[in-house]
């Protein structure tokens, strides 16, 4: 069962990649959602965000014990995330902040 955080994420990420692909023919990012992280015990979701064209990343965890929080982090899709995420008040994530993420980093 999906839970209403990994929901509005879900809803924000839809939004902010229909708006990316109107502006910018160029990037074309490829929007995933994994729950392996459940399966290893972790009570966390993780969605990704891919610009195949530039390599990079961009990676969200949902935590259950901080549904208020997402962590984030740009990366690369050939690499490992480094430990280390930046935190954001999950309230302050809205459509024009992930378009912002994507444009700047995908660029």
Avoid at 65 to 75: T, V
Avoid at 89 to 96: E, K, P, R, W, Y
Wanted: hydrophobic residues 40%.
């Amino acid at each position: 069962m999906i839970n209403e955080a990994l929901k509005a994420l879900s809803d924000i990420a839809t939004k902010a990649h229909a708006k990316i692909q109107q502006d910018f023919a160029n990037i074309d990012p490829i929007v995933g959602v994994s729950r392996s992280m459940r399966k290893k015990g972790i009570p966390a979701d993780a969605m990704t965000i891919d610009c195949l064209k530039t390599n990079k990343r961009i990676i969200i965890i949902l935590h259950d014990l901080e549904p208020e929080i997402i962590h984030y982090q740009f990366s690369f899709t050939d690499q490992d995330p480094a430990e280390r995420f930046e935190k954001l008040n999950f309230s302050d994530l809205t459509v024009n902040v992930l378009y912002g993420w994507i444009e700047s980093y995908f660029q």
